[in-house]
């Protein structure tokens, strides 16, 4: 275990998540699962460890210290191609290349893992109907560019809006609804 707070310990269970254990931690709580519902976390059936939804990684620095570093939430990340792929990160390329044609399409553009025969899972680019087509080709062109092949975006589903949490953030499960990607 790595002490990442005063009282707080952090370790990295068997799935690559995060779990964290300490004397001021909640004694229990409700969390939502697809296949069962409400489900009661008791950090007690863990031996006091709480598990987080995110993924991560204890570092060795040089000096021999230790680092948590956390890779995103595990609901963000996706199997594609036998590779673990960070939806979030993929965005943040697709941010980067919409500087080129202006930020106002980033509104109306996401990343989503669509089931795949070949691939498993497999990157879809989701646009509003505003974005016109041949941007559209020409952000894509540029996306696939930057990122490796299994990265690449192996469809594009055009929507009325992409939806959007008050923060900003895409709303994944929504999306997913949307387009039934199940």
């Not at 570093?69 to 943040?92: A, N, Q, Y």
């Not at 899972?121 to 109907?129: D, Q």
């Not at 996306?143 to 994944?172: H, M, Q």
């Amino acid at each position: 275990p790595l002490t990442v707070l005063p009282h707080i310990e952090a370790r990295i269970n068997e799935h690559g998540c995060i779990a964290v254990k300490g004397p001021s931690l909640l004694t229990g709580y409700v969390t939502e699962d697809e296949h069962h519902g409400a489900v009661f976390i008791d950090p007690k059936d863990a031996g006091g460890w709480y598990p987080t939804e995110d993924r991560g990684e204890v570092r060795a620095l040089k000096n021999g210290e230790r680092i948590l570093t956390i890779e995103g939430r595990t609901s963000d990340m996706v199997k594609v191609g036998g590779e673990t792929v960070s939806l979030p990160r993929l965005e943040h390329e697709l941010e980067d290349c919409l500087r080129t044609f202006g930020s106002a399409l980033a509104a109306e553009l996401a990343l989503v893992a669509a089931p795949d025969e070949r691939l498993g899972r497999a990157i879809v680019l989701v646009a509003s109907y505003k974005v016109p087509t041949a941007a559209l080709e020409r952000i894509r062109s540029a996306y696939d560019s930057r990122v490796a092949p299994f990265e690449r975006i192996r469809r594009v589903e055009r929507i009325e809006r992409v939806p959007r949490s008050s923060l900003g953030k895409v709303l994944r499960a929504d999306l997913g609804r949307t387009l039934k990607l199940s």
